[in-house]
């Protein structure tokens, strides 16, 4: 019965934790959200204690817990994707990968690694990332979205101008919709520049019906939208 209920105690230590950071990426707009990270961390721990139960020695369990390390770092690599100029996942992939290391703390009964790790954890994907855009350390990185008024066109001119300033601008694909051309830029703004500055000046090119900022760190859609 107790151990029964030490299995209960970690399990469910671990789904708290792991589905604590995985509702931080769920609600940031990320992919590997609670469910995912709740399965690393039970399958961690589940790991960890499978080897325990059946008195393996410290050297077969240490190469347990360097597998579970290399099998999440695999699955974390799944998480990264690259768009343009934009890459996402890298911070859902460390996430996941020290998911697994909290499920193996709390899985060893290292249940003060496990929480610690998870506060820290906790500190770093939230205020560390207010913190990145309070201090501006990080330029903007996004795909805007321009809908021309039928008749219009992006102008080149306003491209070479943004290019000027120091707009990075990697790809750009153009497709005719019922309202009119829809240009859909990946951009990365100068730290100088804020985003919705760069919309505002956006939103005075003539022709324009509609402009959209999808913001690539956050997830969200910042939307700025304009209907003449």
Request: glycine share 12%; proline share 1%.
């Amino acid at each position: 019965m107790e151990e029964i209920i030490e299995l209960l105690i970690k399990l469910g230590l671990t789904l708290i934790l792991s589905g604590i950071i995985g509702l931080e990426r769920e609600v940031t707009g990320h992919k590997a959200g609670i469910r995912t990270l709740i399965l690393v961390g039970i399958g961690a721990a589940s790991f960890v204690m499978l080897a325990d139960n059946i008195s393996l020695s410290d050297s077969e369990t240490g190469r347990i817990i360097a597998g579970v390390a290399t099998g999440l770092g695999f699955l974390g690599a799944g998480a990264i994707i690259k768009e343009g100029i934009n890459v996402k996942g890298l911070t859902t992939a460390a996430s996941i990968w020290v998911t697994a290391a909290i499920g193996v703390s709390v899985g060893s009964g290292s249940y003060l690694i496990g929480i610690i790790t998870f506060s820290f954890t906790i500190i770093v994907l939230s205020l560390f990332a207010v913190l990145e855009r309070k201090l501006n350390l990080k330029p903007d990185t996004g795909t805007i979205r321009v809908v021309m008024e039928k008749g219009y066109s992006l102008p080149r001119r306003e491209l070479r101008k943004l290019q000027k300033d120091g707009v990075g601008i990697q790809r750009m694909k153009m497709e005719n919709t019922r309202e009119g051309l829809c240009f859909t830029l990946d951009v990365e703004l100068p730290r100088r520049i804020k985003v919705s500055d760069f919309v505002e000046r956006t939103s005075g090119i003539e022709g324009l019906r509609e402009v959209e900022w999808e913001d690539t760190e956050q997830g969200g859609l910042r939307s700025y939208l304009d209907v003449f």
